[in-house]
């Protein structure tokens, strides 16, 4: 069973080192184009989530202590940023194709502005995960 153990937590690390890294670094790069990587980002974000929940069933279950509460803060806190992410990023995007060059500076100014929100929302995803077992 430790092999399933190793397997589920490489995964949900390598996927979130991805979706945090990318989300950081189109945050500092607006020039960089996001629209490329948002399927990327939204896949390893999906594959977080997944393997995420299946850590929790199988190291946290039913208790919920002060542990799993700063946890939970930190599931939050990507949630959200998956959420703007889509609602942003993913928006912005589809509007792309066929703008002039003022909407497209404009559509470009919104993916960036999510993505530095996403940013700092994955970044207190990261520290909730740091820190849980210091509660």
């Known amino acids: 069973m430790q092999f399933v153990y190793i397997v589920v937590l490489g995964l949900h690390?390598?996927?979130?080192?991805f979706w945090a890294g990318t989300t950081i670094t189109l945050a500092r790069d607006p020039e960089i184009r996001a629209e490329r990587f948002f399927r990327p980002q939204m896949g390893s974000a999906g594959?977080?989530?997944?393997?995420?929940a299946l850590l929790w069933y199988f190291f946290h279950g039913a208790y919920?202590?002060?542990?799993e509460m700063v946890l939970a803060l930190g599931i939050i806190a990507a949630f959200a940023a998956a959420g703007v992410?889509?609602?942003?990023?993913?928006?912005?995007?589809r509007q792309l194709s066929g703008a002039d060059g003022v909407t497209e500076t404009q559509l470009r100014a919104k993916m960036a502005m999510g993505e530095r929100i996403a940013?700092?929302?994955?970044?207190?995803?990261?520290?909730?995960?740091?820190?849980?077992?210091?509660?």
């Not at 994955?122 to 909730?128: A, E, I, K, Q, S």
């Open 47 to 52: 594959m977080v989530f997944l393997t995420g």
């Open 13 to 17: 690390v390598m996927a979130g080192v």
């Open 85 to 93: 992410l889509g609602a942003l990023v993913g928006s912005a995007s």
């Open 119 to 135: 940013a700092g929302l994955l970044v207190v995803t990261v520290l909730c995960m740091a820190v849980a077992r210091m509660f």
């Open 64 to 67: 919920f202590g002060s542990m």
